[in-house]
T-cell receptor, first 115, second 117 residues
Framework: AQTVTQSQPEMSVQEAETVTLSCTYD???????LFWYKQPPSRQMILVIR??????QNATENRFSVNFQKAAKSFSLKISDSQLGDAAMYFCAYRTLYNTDKLIFGTGTRLQVFP | DAGITQSPRHKVTETGTPVTLRCHQTENHRYMYWYRQDPGHGLRLIHY???????DKGEVSDGYSVSRSKTEDFLLTLESATSSQTSVYFC????????????????FGEGSRLTVL
């Protein structure tokens, strides 16, 4: 069974600085999706960035980028020029493309942003 | 806005009472999911549906049942609520891969907070 591990329960960053959130996963599959979701205090789950496993190029969305290391099964999220609005819970998620296409989540990292 | 509505958004109930949470979508997506979110556990899959009247269990399905009589509605029922079912419940939807419309991501509702006393 696939598992997703986020080893940092909490992280903090100064406004305008850069922070990296870690995520590792375990799978025997070769094709899958990886995601980072953001959950602000409003509770809404917001997709930050997605990565298809067959793509070697790291995904980027404005200030958000990932470092996808397929062989190491690592999928970290880098937030550049951090803003107060980035404060939230961040969840790493793995989606299998076989059987039930389920989305499997890590336990989350709470990011605090200080002015 | 993915067109997903959960109701009720907040509910307090007593142990042993039945509870039904409703997820309604306007996107005509075939796949629908119920997750629960608890501190230290992230989101865990309870049940999912891949079409009308087609449902299956997730990793934490004990104590829950679901029904899907029409594409747009997916109901989660706690037949006899227990305090361990106090949680935030999320509904999610997506398109299947074989329709060529799958973007990979799930779209989530705003969550329903359930407290069982």
């Amino acid at each position: 069974a696939q598992t997703v591990t986020q080893s940092q329960p909490e992280m903090s960053v100064q406004e305008a600085e850069t922070v990296t959130l870690s995520c590792t996963y375990d799978t025997s599959e070769s094709d899958y999706y990886l995601f980072w979701y953001k959950q602000p205090p409003s509770r809404q789950m917001i997709l930050v960035i997605r990565q298809e496993a067959y793509k070697q190029q790291n995904a980027t969305e404005n200030r958000f980028s990932v470092n996808f290391q397929k062989a190491a099964k690592s999928f970290s999220l880098k937030i550049s020029d951090s803003q107060l609005g980035d404060a939230a819970m961040y969840f790493c998620a793995y989606r299998t493309l076989y059987n039930t296409d389920k989305l499997i989540f890590g336990t989350g990292t709470r990011l605090q942003v200080f002015p | 806005d993915a067109g997903i509505t959960q109701s009720p958004r907040h509910k307090v109930t007593e142990t042993g009472t039945p509870v039904t949470l409703r997820c309604h979508q306007t996107e005509n997506h075939r796949y629908m999911y119920w997750y629960r979110q608890d501190p230290g556990h992230g989101l865990r899959l309870i049940h999912y549906s891949y079409g009308v009247k087609d449902t299956d269990k997730g990793e934490v399905s004990d104590g829950y049942s679901v029904s899907r009589s029409k594409t747009e509605d997916f109901l989660l029922t706690l037949e006899s609520a227990t305090s361990s079912q106090t949680s935030v419940y999320f509904c999610a939807i997506r398109e299947p891969r074989d329709r060529g419309l799958d973007t990979g991501e799930l779209f989530f509702g705003e969550g329903s907070r359930l407290t069982v006393l």
